[in-house]
C-alpha cells in the first residue's frame, strides 16, 4: 500500500463503444499502465460506451452529418460530466470529429496524432511505417496527414490485403478473436514489412485484439495502448495536457 | 448480419471503478451477453469508472459520509447524462447507496437484490448459500436482509477464511490474478459448500475476476454476472424495467 500517493487529478472523458470490445480494451490498457496499488490511486473516466453511433463505413461513402452530430452531441455530455480532457478509442471515428472537437472547450487529444507522435519519440529512427486500418479511414486519410506531418512514410496494404484485413475487422467486431483470425491479421501485417515497413500501425482499436507482434525487428504500435498511456499522463500530470486542441491543429 | 434487429434502447448508467478491474469485467459481461453482430446491436452504457470513491472497508469502520456523498454525486451526473437506470457493479458500495438513491428519479438497480432473486429463479431447490464478500459487506448485512426476504439461510466463512478472503480480495485489486490467488480463493469456497451452502454468491466484483468454479453440484452465482445479464434484459426489452426502486423497497 502507497498510503501517501496521491489520486490522479484530472478526469479522462472517453467517446466509446466503437467498437465495444475495443473500449474496454482501453479502459483495460489505462488501468494496467497506471501506477497504482490500491482503487484511489487510478484514474478515474467517464465512459460514454455507445455502440448505437452511425456505422461509420456507410457514412464515409454517403452521409457524414449523424456520425458528426452524434460525436458532437456525446463529446457535450461527458464535458457536462466533467471531463477535463477527451479521448476516443476508435481511429476511424476521427474522420468525423470537427463538431465534436468545436462542441466543447476542453482538449480532445487525438489518437492519430497521439500515435504518430508516439512513433517519433520512441523509434526516432524509423522512416517507413506500415497501416492496418479500416477503408473508411485510410479514405479519409488521417493518418496520410498526420505521417507526412511528421515526416514519415507509408505503406498500405495492397487491395486484397485491404479487402481481408476489413472483413478480420469485422469478424471481431462480431466477437470472434480465435486462432485463424490471429493468424490471418498477422499475415497482413507481414506484408507491410515486406514492402519495407520500420513498423505497423494497428490503427483499429479492433486489430489489437487479434494481434500483438509483426516479427522480429519490426515494431507493433498499438494506437489503444499508445492513447492510453496519454491518457494515463494527463491525468496523473505527468505531462502537461495541450491547451491547445490536438484536433484543432 | 442482421440489418432489421433494432438498437436497445434503455442507456444503461454505470457507478463503476469500484475496483476498476471489476468495472472493465462488468462491461464484459454485458457485452458477452447481448445478443448482437454489429455495433449498433450492442448496449449503452454511461460509465462513471471512479476509482477515486473513497474506501469502503475504512467508511464502514468510521464515517460513511464522504462515500455516501459522492455515490450521490456519481448518480445524479449519470441521470444528467441520460442513463435510464443505473447500476453499481460493487456489492460493498451498495451499503452506502442511500444517498444516491434519493439523489435521482430513475430506478437504482441493486445487484444485492437481483443476485438473490437470481438463485430464486434459477435454482429454486436451493435453500442455503455460502457468500464470499467483503467484511464491510457483511457487516453492513446487505446480503443477510435480501436472503431472509427470499427465505433462504446464509453460511458465512468462519473467521480465519473470512480473513484469508479479505487478503485475496486486495491481492486482486492490487492485479494479482494469478494461479495461487485462484486455487486459495476456491478453497475458501469449497469450504462453504462443506459446510451445506447448495450455492456459493460471488458476492464481491473481484472475486469473479479468480473464481469461476467451486465443485460439481454446488453453483457459483457471480453478481457481477447477473447484474449483467439483468442490465441486458433492461436495456432490451427483454424484461420491463421496475416503476419503483428496487433498492427503495
Same mark, same amino acid.
Given at each position: ?148 506531418? !511528421? #515526416? ?7 487491395? =486484397? %490485403?485491404? +479487402?481481408?484485413?476489413?472483413? *478480420? &475487422? ?31 500501425? !494497428? #490503427? ?7 494481434? =500483438? %507482434?509483426? +516479427?522480429?525487428?519490426?515494431? *507493433? &504500435? ?28
Amino acid at each position: 500500500m502507497s498510503e501517501n500517493r496521491k489520486s490522479p487529478d484530472l478526469i479522462v472523458g472517453v467517446l466509446g463503444g466503437m467498437g465495444p470490445e475495443a473500449t474496454v480494451d482501453f479502459m483495460s490498457e489505462v488501468i494496467g499502465l497506471t501506477d497504482a496499488s490500491r482503487d484511489q490511486e487510478h484514474v478515474r473516466m467517464i465512459v460514454d460506451h455507445n455502440p448505437q453511433v452511425p456505422d461509420r463505413q456507410a457514412a464515409m461513402r454517403g452521409d457524414p452529418g449523424p456520425v458528426r452530430r452524434t460525436l458532437a452531441d456525446m463529446a457535450r455530455r461527458l464535458e457536462a460530466a466533467g471531463a477535463h480532457f477527451l479521448v476516443m478509442p476508435c481511429n476511424t471515428a476521427h474522420a468525423f470529429v470537427g463538431d465534436a472537437v468545436a462542441a466543447v472547450s476542453v482538449p480532445f487529444i487525438s489518437i492519430i496524432d497521439t500515435t504518430v507522435q508516439s512513433i517519433r519519440e520512441q523509434h526516432p529512427g524509423i522512416r517507413r511505417v506500415g497501416l492496418l486500418a479500416t477503408d473508411a479511414c485510410i479514405a479519409a486519410g488521417v493518418y496520410q496527414d498526420a505521417l507526412r506531418r !511528421a #515526416g514519415l512514410e507509408l505503406t498500405l496494404p495492397d487491395a =486484397d %490485403a485491404q +479487402r481481408r484485413s476489413m472483413e *478480420l &475487422i469485422f469478424r471481431v467486431k462480431s466477437g470472434d478473436t480465435g486462432e485463424a483470425v490471429r493468424a490471418a491479421m498477422r499475415e497482413i501485417a507481414i506484408t507491410l514489412a515486406d514492402a519495407g515497413a520500420q513498423a505497423v500501425i !494497428a #490503427g483499429c482499436t479492433e486489430i489489437p485484439l487479434v494481434l =500483438d %507482434a509483426v +516479427r522480429d525487428g519490426v515494431a *507493433l &504500435i498499438s494506437s489503444t495502448r499508445v492513447l492510453a498511456s496519454r491518457s494515463v499522463d494527463y491525468a496523473t500530470g505527468a505531462r502537461a495536457l495541450p491547451t491547445d486542441n490536438l484536433t484543432k491543429r
